[in-house]
């Protein structure tokens, strides 16, 4: 399992915009070969900075799979007038080991 992130930086003015813009097009990502789950979440201090980040089967599900397919190709279409610039992606290897941040609870 890998996971792709992509830095999305969005005209401040079409924020809003994208975000529809977005669940319009996600669809065609989730019905991906290799799609495990996305989030897509807001810079507090960069509220014009989105990241996205999709968890991967494989980097081949990814690259070239879904960047080779048509369905990349409308999903690109459908956002790339809100970027402000060039969107930024890597990709970090899934397994490697991590706290359960969302599961612990340390005293107080």
């Not at 924020?15 to 097009?25: C, G, P, Q, S, T």
């Not at 799609?35 to 980040?53: D, K, R, V």
């Not at 991967?56 to 960047?67: C, R, V």
Request: with cysteine.
């Amino acid at each position: 399992m890998i996971y792709e992130i992509a830095l999305l930086p969005i005209h401040k003015e079409r924020i809003e915009m994208f975000r529809r813009a977005f669940a319009e097009v996600a669809p065609l990502l989730t019905r991906a070969k290799g799609y495990g789950g996305h989030l897509l979440a807001q810079g507090i201090e960069t509220p014009e900075q989105f990241n996205l980040i999709v968890q991967w089967q494989s980097l081949e599900d990814h690259t070239p799979g879904f960047e080779a397919s048509e369905d990349h190709r409308m999903f690109m279409m459908g956002l790339e007038e809100y970027f402000s610039e060039e969107p930024r992606v890597y990709h970090i290897d899934g397994a490697a080991s991590c706290s359960p941040f969302l599961t612990e609870r340390r005293p107080n």
